[in-house]
């Protein structure tokens, strides 16, 4: 039977719109759980190990990225090239 918006009692009509469209409101129904949820998975120790590694593996992330990514990328970035004149 087909889920109608104007049914009385009907909780939830934007839920059943949203998995019409492929989004489901529990992301692991269907077997995918995502990139965070392998890493979640895959860390070791209960859950506070696994909040402390998570936390450092952030820390590391963007450490990597503001140290190493970034200045290599900054002379490949147009922001240098200005082209307001000055009276």
């Not at 489901?24 to 269907?30: D, H, Q």
Request: glycine share 8%; net charge positive; hydrophobic share 45%.
């Amino acid at each position: 039977m087909p889920h109608s918006r104007s049914r009385p009692g009907n909780l939830r009509p934007c839920a059943v719109s949203l998995v019409r469209y492929g989004v489901s409101l529990v992301p692991w129904r269907y077997g995918r759980d995502g990139m965070y949820g392998w890493i979640w998975r895959h860390l070791p120790g209960n859950a506070w190990v696994k909040a402390l590694l998570s936390l450092m593996l952030v820390v590391a992330v963007v450490y990597l990225l503001f140290q190493y990514v970034f200045p290599w990328a900054e002379p490949l970035l147009p922001f240098g090239d200005v082209t307001v004149d000055s009276e």
